[in-house]
């Protein structure tokens, strides 16, 4: 199915969770934000939230600096 991953039109399986994207992308042990359609999912959700054709995902990655 196709969505939007930060901004790019993405090709993935269909009812993928947002652990299975993650994980997918190399991102699984990093500290992650993550929104669907412009609403914050909880880290706490991402097993459970199911990504819906023509849905907008935008990952943010948390970088650490001084």
Do not use: C, K, W, Y
């Amino acid at each position: 199915m196709q969505i939007t991953l930060n901004g790019a039109p993405t090709e993935v399986a269909d009812a993928l969770t947002l652990t299975q994207l993650i994980e997918q992308l190399g991102l699984g042990a990093r500290r992650l934000a993550v929104e669907v359609n412009a609403e914050l999912v909880p880290r706490s959700q991402f097993e459970h939230h199911r990504i819906a054709p023509e849905d907008r995902v935008e990952i943010i990655q948390a970088v650490g600096g001084g």
